[in-house]
């Protein structure tokens, strides 16, 4: 009995590592790096797009005076431009994105003052 | 036979962790997706077998059967089945185990979420948790098993150590090694990222931190219990004393709350990657020195239960760890190096870094107090206690200046602060503050420290109700009542509200803490059955003690009428137990606790005619501890939530970058 218990467990992790070899597809597993240069592009996106949630926030909250409201806002918009420009995107792209940002902008105000729509999590951290 | 069987599964696991390592590195270097993909499985397979083996451990406890050595030292018929679950780490054989499971099913968790997201990264990070992973079941296998059989079975077992049968116990001690082991995690992920040269892409951030979120919590609970145990079952009225192994289990949880933090730059900023990346392989090399202290290490410790002459191998895998990470950390650092610098000295990440640069202060500290005596026996043949008053003394401005960054931080905005900003943001609560010190000095508190640090957390607390103050009224006024606008504040924005509601826990620890350092009563009465003795506004008379004999012990149970400005309260029956197995007795405090405060009677040895002294305490707010425990569990939960996301505008990007290159 207790022969059977040893090979039972002695199967469990070699099933498992031959697995890949015999039966497995994992073709790219582990090979591809992650951090494209788009994927680059993207974080600094998301990132200048959270700025612009995150100083929203605090100034529908009272905590940010105008002028550090606007100064921060053109310092997040500035990076999303350059992001943009990076990508050399066409004139029509770049205003669909930019009137993005307005909304996802204007739906953090609706969070804070009050509306059916929340901001994401990247804007109150 | 199904010891047998678990004492089996313990080398197959460690088989496995050993192939999952080779297999992890050598597949990614060769570039070989089948043998990197059979790693990862044979890292998945390690908490199948490790559950066999506990399963076993559990069984033999169960069924009493002293041929298990670590059954037999741990266990005896006398003891209640209950306390098995206590058994099973009470030792340094089965808490290895325990760490060995937890480790493997976390492991597993980690590598099964991170794979979709961090590809190139997973390999590495999986090869670095099977490392450690092989590092403890290598310590279990072959220097402390605990399944090995003994070659004569003896009638009866040793019995568990008395000081565990507390219910505590069942909670503490597991919570706290699985904090002390679970910031592997968040290691192995930074690690692997940085071998994988990803460590100054931030690719790896969200996950870092989530699991450092989640190492953080289990932490601070296994601090929390810890104090808690200490306060009920040791009976000298307090919850911490700087003992080793509490400020071995302190000295990781400053570092990760110092990385919780930091690591939010890294991902809003693109900043601090070098300080997060020492930040993380300074958690983790303290989570390890805090399993070498407690098990066996050179510092003597009133509570190292799992103590074994094994701790300078633990030492050794430290100092393996550390010089890896280091050579890793040189190796990459031309990838950590940030774009950014700080925009101005006023702002939240200036905040975060001053809170970085104080926490690892109180972590070195702490540490240096610890290990102090050590270097002073080894260098003069001098033996040097370092107790509280060195720590209080210097950790306690450094704290406290801690809970005012804490207060200020949330409140200053990203890049930048003007001047008519933070002052606009830190009125009121500055006014608070001062209107809290004025308060607590009319109350008659007169120590300074105690209404400094008071009037501390008065701003910390104001600026975050301040906040959710506005922020409800802002939303009230468009029609919603009160508790909803509120709720839906703190939902709309988890992770900020989250946080917030940790800091709320925080300060409810720190006044407990102020309260009870500062304005703690305490008094040794001898008393005779009959006898009446006052102490602040409580009187209570001692009625009396009776004995009740057990198999393994007797316990002596004193009975206390007690009444608080001649309105009585109730009976309290503090008591004192004999092990005659273990040599020891251990006393049960009897306590009354309320949000003011605790009354709290402890016994010593009775006499043959029922006469003991009592030590009897007053202790303000120390309710306010345990009871911000649930709090940071809230707020934990809050701040890891998932949100749904709204607009997901950088989801546009990948799309429009590619239609720009078409």
Redesign the interface.
């Known amino acids: 009995?207790?022969i059977l218990?040893?090979i039972v467990?002695?199967l469990?992790?070699t099933i498992?590592?031959?697995?890949?070899?015999l039966w497995?597809n994992?073709?790219?597993?582990?090979?591809?790096?992650?951090?494209s240069p788009?994927?680059?592009?993207?974080?600094?996106?998301?990132?200048a797009?959270?700025?612009l949630r995150?100083?929203e926030?605090?100034h529908?909250?009272?905590?940010?005076?105008q002028?550090?409201y606007e100064?921060?806002r053109d310092?997040y918009m500035t990076e999303a431009a350059l992001v943009m420009k990076a990508?050399?995107?066409?004139q029509q792209?770049e205003e669909?994105?930019l009137a993005?940002?307005e909304?996802?902008i204007g739906?953090v105000r609706e969070?804070?003052?009050?509306?059916a729509?929340?901001?994401?999590?990247d804007?109150?951290? | 036979?199904i010891v047998?069987?678990g004492y089996?599964?313990l080398p197959?696991a460690l088989?496995?962790a050993g192939?999952s390592i080779a297999?992890s590195f050598i597949?990614?270097r060769l570039?070989l997706?089948?043998?990197?993909?059979?790693a990862r499985?044979?890292l998945?397979?390690?908490p199948?077998?490790l559950l066999?083996s506990t399963a076993s451990l559990t069984y033999a406890f169960v069924t009493a059967d002293f041929s298990v050595r670590y059954v037999a030292e741990n266990s005896n018929l006398a003891m209640p089945k209950a306390y098995t679950w206590v058994a099973f780490y009470a030792g340094n054989a089965g808490s290895l185990l325990w760490l060995a499971l937890v480790l493997s099913i976390l492991t597993a968790v980690a590598v099964k979420m991170i794979r979709g997201?961090?590809?190139?990264?997973?390999?590495y990070a999986a090869g670095i948790m099977a490392m450690v992973l092989a590092f403890f079941l290598g310590v279990i296998v072959f220097l402390a098993n605990p399944l090995e059989r003994l070659p004569v079975t003896p009638a009866d077992g040793q019995g568990i150590n008395p000081l565990l049968v507390h219910f505590g116990m069942f909670i503490h001690p597991p919570v706290q090694m699985t904090g002390l082991v679970s910031v592997a995690i968040p290691f192995s992920i930074a690690l692997g990222a940085l071998v994988?040269?990803?460590g100054g892409?931030?690719?790896w951030v969200d996950l870092g931190r989530t699991w450092a979120m989640i190492s953080w919590t289990i932490l601070t609970l296994g601090l929390m219990l810890g104090s808690w145990w200490a306060y009920t079952i040791l009976g000298w009225g307090g919850y911490w004393a700087w003992d080793p192994v509490e400020n071995s289990a302190l000295m990781p949880w400053l570092a990760m709350t110092a990385f919780v933090h930091s690591i939010?730059v890294q991902?809003?900023?693109?900043m601090f990657r070098m300080w997060n990346m020492v930040l993380i392989i300074v958690g983790f090399t303290m989570a390890q020195m805090g399993m070498f202290i407690n098990r066996g290490g050179p510092v003597p410790s009133v509570h190292s239960f799992a103590q074994s002459t094994m701790g300078w191998l633990f030492l050794f895998f430290m100092a393996f760890t550390l010089a890896a990470s280091l050579i890793a950390f040189v190796w990459r650092l031309d990838s950590l190096k940030s774009s950014r610098g700080l925009d101005s000295m006023v702002s939240r990440e200036s905040a975060f870094l001053a809170q970085n640069v104080l926490f690892l202060a109180v972590a070195f500290i702490t540490l240096w107090g610890t290990i102090y005596p050590v270097f002073s026996e080894a260098a003069q043949d001098v033996t040097v206690t370092v107790g509280a008053p060195f720590f209080n003394r210097v950790n306690g401005p450094l704290l406290l200046a801690l809970v005012v960054l804490m207060g200020v931080g949330p409140?200053l905005?990203?890049?930048?602060?003007?001047a008519?900003?933070v002052v606009?943001?830190l009125r009121l609560p500055l006014a608070a503050g001062a209107g809290i010190a004025l308060v607590v000095v009319l109350l008659g508190v007169r120590q300074p420290v105690a209404v400094l640090a008071l009037s501390v957390c008065a701003v910390a607390a104001a600026g975050i109700l301040h906040?959710w103050y506005?922020?409800t009224r802002?939303?009230s006024?468009?029609?919603?009542s009160v508790p909803v606008?509120f709720g839906?504040?703190l939902?709309?924005?988890?992770?900020?509200?989250g946080g917030y509601v940790v800091h709320l826990a925080i300060l409810m620890l720190a006044v407990g803490a102020v309260g009870s350092s500062f304005y703690g009563v305490q008094r040794d009465f001898v008393m005779r059955p009959g006898d009446e003795a006052a102490i602040d506004d409580y009187s209570f008379r001692y009625m009396g003690v009776s004995r009740e004999e057990f198999s393994d012990r007797f316990e002596d149970t004193a009975r206390f009428e007690v009444s608080k400005s001649d309105s009585y309260l109730g009976v309290m029956r503090p008591f004192r137990a004999f092990y005659h197995t273990h040599q020891i007795a251990a006393t049960r405090a009897a306590i009354r606790s309320t949000p003011i405060e605790d009354f709290y009677i402890v016994p010593s040895e009775f006499q043959p005619d029922g006469s003991a002294v009592f030590r009897v305490y007053v202790n303000p707010l120390v309710w306010w501890m345990w009871a911000s425990g649930p709090v940071l569990v809230l707020g934990v939960l809050l701040a890891l939530s998932?949100?749904?996301?709204?607009?997901p505008?950088?989801a546009?990007?990948?799309r429009?970058?590619q239609?720009?290159?078409a």
């Open positions: 009995m207790l218990a040893v467990l002695t469990i992790p498992a590592i031959l697995y890949p070899f497995g994992p073709s790219e597993e582990g090979l591809v790096d992650e951090p788009s994927e680059e592009l993207r974080r600094r996106w998301e990132a797009v959270a700025g995150n100083t926030l605090e529908a909250l009272g905590n940010l005076p002028a550090d100064w921060l310092e990508l050399e995107l066409e792209q669909e994105m993005a940002i909304a996802e739906r969070g804070i003052i009050g509306g729509q929340e901001p994401s999590a804007a109150a951290q | 036979m047998d069987t089996v599964a197959i088989l496995a192939y297999g597949g990614i570039r997706p089948e043998l990197v993909a059979s499985y044979a998945y397979t390690i199948i077998l066999v997201r961090l590809p190139y990264t997973t390999p994988a040269r990803s892409r931030d690719a939010m991902k809003r900023r693109g409140l905005p990203w890049r930048r602060a003007t008519s900003n606009t943001m906040e506005r922020g802002t939303r006024r468009r029609g919603e606008a839906r504040l939902m709309a924005n988890r992770p900020r509200y998932p949100q749904r996301q709204p607009a505008v950088a546009r990007l990948p429009a970058a239609a720009a290159r």
